[in-house]
């Protein structure tokens, strides 16, 4: 019963986020300084997203060279910065990671 | 272009960023399996809510027997980005009526919010929604298609695959374009020092610090850089 009820307020919290300006408000009614704070939303959360998936094994931070994850990221967000298409990334990080697990044994 | 091109234009366009939608939907299926969802629970959690990270952090919190409140809180704050497209779209958007904008509200996600947004700034596209169409629903369907994949297939993924790290790419190529004035990186750079050092936090609360963290950092920065 708690699962049925999280799926559906999760999916109400999504969709009502996906909605809010789209079809409910109008943008420019909306406070200056919350409009100034919505636009650093996309970087802060993705950041906050990536980070843990590069840095953290284990719940523990691993900044060393030993940590393939944290070398096919640096790679996948240089590909990112160069060739700005979103595929780019998983195209070139997925088989740098498949081969430093491999070359690491 | 004709509505009937525009949508079949969005069918084409969207359709590289299958490759990156696929392993995500595997792995947000394979989730809701290892979080001890029935099929039809994480069929059903991706059918409604339709956002791979929104999905991915429910299951983490359900798995880890977390109050209601918590989880649905958690899933709002990664979340709130949808906010924010949502007001970049809507001028585009203003137009249609209320049953095209409740539709493609729906249909929204990171990959076609940034193509529509390219596609919307130019004048010639009069019927550019139906691209916008196009593009949700094949997202749309190959999204569950995979999610459902993940589910079936459940446990069998062999861990050597590390598909897992697709979700991290997928986001490396969202984050990158998202990162364009000095206070954006600030807000990346400090979002990332908080979320690492505040992953002992529970509920995956170092994410909802570290967001809070990161567009408090990009505020500072952009109005230091007004008053020189």
Redesign the interface.
Known sequence: M??????????A???L???????F???QK?PHAF??????????????????????AG?V?DPSPRNA?LL??LV??AV??RW????????V??PV??LL?WAMG | MSPRSEFLAGVRDIAPVLLGTVPFGLVAGVAAVSAGLSALEGLALSLFAFSGIAQLITCQLLAADSPVIVTVGAAFVVSLRLLMYSAALSPHLAHLNRRWRALLAFLMTDQSFAMTMHIATQSDRPHFHWHFLGAGVTLYCAWQASVALGIAVGAQVPPAWSLDFAVTLTFIGLLVPAVRTRADLAAGIVATAVALLAAGLPYRLALVVAAIAGIGAGLFVEKKGAHR
């Open positions: 708690k699962t049925w009820l999280v799926i559906a307020c999760v999916s919290v999504t969709y986020l996906r909605a809010s300006f789209i079809v408000a109008d943008p909306f409009r100034q704070a919505l636009r650093f939303v996309p970087p802060a959360v993705l950041a906050a997203i990536v980070a843990p998936g590069l840095l953290l719940g931070i994850r096919a990221g996948a967000l990112a910065a700005r298409h979103p595929l780019a990334p998983i195209a990080g997925m990671l498949w697990q």
